[in-house]
């Protein structure tokens, strides 16, 4: 029998009612690959599903992201062997655990030169911006771009890549001490949200000039003054809830704000299928490549410190991605 360590949820609430547990894990599917993990991601998203936001049905593991290296192969797997270094961001939740078991469509192998840190520190944070940049709005170089929470995890990749890609990107953030990482991450200029005229300091750091995207995973502290900074018919991308869920925003609103689009994404859809989830993963690892998207790790922690984890970055004490090791 083989045993593993986990984070288990059975109750929604602070980050308390998260606990490890040693139990036996299940015998391989067929299609499945046990994953060793070595390093593992957390994202926002943890956060919601711990508090019930997003709920899942308890109890249950959390995470989305994780990397490591082949430990078993199951049956009707073609292509993965034992000692292969894997990752995964899309194989429902349970990643916060030492030993996986994972479709192994879900995993994609990595190229010698992104470590495990990186890569479960980069994946499903990459992937986001991937298909935000490349999909939701094929971002050229010459647009102005706002980029709320730009020294968060998702944040500062956004605004790295974006800038490769000639883009200019105005970011916010939550407080003053933030400010260098978001410049340092490609933000010609770096707007506090505590000022409660940001919007208006936004303009100002523009000279005036209103952007084609905003990008606002702040949702309810942000999403209707949001729609005050976007150009004529720009967009306006609802892709979070950090501060809570965004408002119901009335059609006639975005007609009065300048013929205005909204959109509210998610990065699972656009990785569903698993030849568009590798085709997605070659162009983030090509970006990384490139020195396109670089990862800054916040905070590492190890698996038993999990509550610290979700404490810090509830606290917003944390920029850049957090890194949790078995
Ligand atoms: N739709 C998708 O496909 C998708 C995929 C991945 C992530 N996301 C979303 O993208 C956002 C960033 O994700 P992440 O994992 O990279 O997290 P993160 O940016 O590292 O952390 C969230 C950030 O939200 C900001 N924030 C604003 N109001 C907050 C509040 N009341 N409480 C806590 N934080 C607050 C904080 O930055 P400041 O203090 O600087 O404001 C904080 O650092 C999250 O909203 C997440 O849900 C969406």
């Known amino acids: ?25 299940a015998p391989l599917a ?7 993990q070595t390093a593992i991601g957390f ?29 078993a192969v199951g049956s009707e797997v073609a292509g993965l ?24 469509d879900k995993l994609v192998t990595l190229p010698e030169t992104i470590t495990d840190a990186a890569a479960a ?20 170089a010459g647009d102005l771009l706002l980029v709320h929470s730009a020294a968060g995890g998702v944040g500062q990749i956004l605004t790295r890549w974006a800038t490769a890609l000639g883009a200019e990107v105005i970011g916010t953030t939550g407080s003053p001490h933030k400010h260098e990482a978001a410049r340092a991450a490609g933000c010609v200029a770096v707007v506090d949200l505590n000022d409660p005229d940001w919007p208006e300091a936004f303009l100002t750091a523009s000279g005036g000039r209103k952007a084609r995207v905003v990008y606002d ?23 979070g809830a950090s501060s809570g869920k965004a408002p119901a925003v009335d059609p006639e609103l975005l007609n009065k704000k300048g013929c205005l689009f909204l959109t509210r994404p998610s990065v699972f859809p656009h990785n569903a299928d698993p030849a568009t989830f590798r085709a997605n993963a ?8 490139r020195g396109h998207v670089t990862v800054d790790i916040g905070g590492r922690f190890a698996l038993d410190a999990i509550v610290e984890v979700h404490r810090a970055a509830e606290e917003r004490r944390c920029s850049g991605a957090l890194l949790i090791t078995p």
């Open 121 to 140: 520190t980069l994946l499903f944070k990459g992937m986001t911006a991937q298909y935000l940049l490349r999909r939701t709005y094929p971002v050229q």
């Open 30 to 36: 067929p299609g499945e690959v046990r994953v060793r």
């Open 217 to 239: 995973a702040v949702g309810k502290d942000t999403l209707i003054r949001s729609l005050d900074c976007a150009a004529p018919f720009g967009l306006v991308v609802c892709y």
């Open 43 to 71: 994202n926002f998203i943890d956060i919601y599903q711990r508090k019930g936001v997003y709920p899942l049905p308890l109890p249950t593991g959390l995470g989305f992201e994780a990397a490591g290296v082949v430990d």
């Open 1 to 25: 029998m083989v045993m593993r360590r986990v984070v288990k949820l059975t109750a929604f609430g602070a980050p308390q009612v998260l606990s490890i547990v040693r139990e036996a894990l």
């Open 81 to 104: 062997r034992v000692g292969d270094r894997v990752a995964y961001m899309n194989a429902g939740v349970g990643a916060y655990a030492d030993l996986r078991n994972v479709p192994a």
């Open 282 to 289: 070659a162009d983030l690892f090509d970006a990384i490549a």
